[in-house]
């Protein structure tokens, strides 16, 4: 297979992003602030703060800014019997209570398995996993698992045969990455090693530390980059800092020797973002439009609950009947839902109102067209058939923010509503406003200080209906425009 991914790092001083290019389409951005780094993956030893029997769930103090939430159902698989053939999956069975798992005040070692995102903390787990190029290591289970990105069962035979006889000596488990595909028995050799050594490692500095402290790290992002996304696939890493080069580098030549020759130091001294046009991509991805070739669009909505993406025809008018112009419109959209996902990293719940189509098969393609753009997400993904109202409903794993909330904030002058009330609608909220403060207070001037917007509109255009209310009210009033005032903010100010 020919390769046809790129990775880009782009490092600053308190900032480095990694942009995935496909094809030269922008697939995925990561982005890692010093400010702001990301918890996903660090283990830490906490402290119980506080047991909720009704939400089977435990507060834990964790040295961040606020408690972890650690769930019942994330403590059940490290406290339970190791894993037979002949066990029930945990899914089937009830979690104990929380209350039989921990108590307060209790040390207990977790791992984020979820940053935290707006206002809520981390979320926890007790069943520690420790990632390496080819594997992850589980010190609490004895499963033995393989990607299901593998999928030819003779290599995953072998794979599996491969780590099965570390895994009896140490007593472990191992889940073997998609990035062990056709590797050699040396390498997958090497990692176990290497996890083996790492988990010694955290168990010493478990027995020491206090509450809070940091028991393992993840790596830096280049670092996570290169491991965990430099595959068969990827034709070369370019690296703007000769420093982070060196670094990298390094890493490469001793976790992927075979791959190392493909990381290389950007040469150009245009901006290496610029020169793919990956800043385009960003900002066009803060947008809420998504323009599609045909004419049509996508409108994407991000709420607490969900995202919302509604497909529309726009400007494509068709050829033959509205059945097959929705087919085609849905078709191009299901593609670009696809990317537009894993770029924005959207997760949660996702609803996806096509345009109405009548035909099942249509809406078997456009269906199959959708999963068949996630099948590259390396973010698990699960896609529900049409619903009656002609929905398709799916979930994305989310385990950090999404690129909006990484980049922007609320804004200040509509709170996060995305709307503001119109110049008039403040106007007669000014005219209610001082016929209360008037009958209110004794005063004999009426001043209002509002946005310039609001006082030209009020001035010119409500004219007589300000002299209506001077006449009522008895006082003249007078206008103060004010740049710092928002279109609908305003005081009335009595002297």
Known sequence: MAS???????????????????????????????SKRGVLGNIYKGRVQRVMPGMQAAFVDVGLERAAFLHASDIVQAVSAPFTAESVPSERRPPPLITSLVHEGQDIIVQVIKDPIGSKGARMTTEISIPSRYLVLLPDSQTIGVSSRIEEEQERQRLKQLVQAHANSSGCGYIVRTNAEGVEAAFIEQDIVYLGRAMQVIRRRGEHAVTGECLFDDLSLPMRAVRDMLHARVATVQIDSREMFDKVQLFAQQLMPELADRIRLYPGTRPIFDMYGVEDEISRALNKQVPLKSGGYLVFDQTEAMTSVDINTGSFLGQKNLEETAYRTNLEAAQSVARQLRLRNLGGIIVIDFIDMHDDEHKRQVLRTLEKGLAGDHVKTVVYDFSPLGLVEMTRKRTVESLQRQLCEPCPACQGKGYIKTAETVIYEIFREVTRAVRQFEADKVMVMAAPVVVAKITEEESAAVAELEEFIGKDIRFQADDQYAQDQFDVVLS
Do not use: F
């Not at 880009?8 to 942009?19: K, Q, S």
């Open 4 to 34: 046809n991914e790129e990775l880009l790092i782009n490092v600053t001083p308190r900032e480095t992003r990694v942009a995935v290019v496909e094809n030269g389409l922008l697939q995925e951005l990561h982005i890692e602030r010093s």
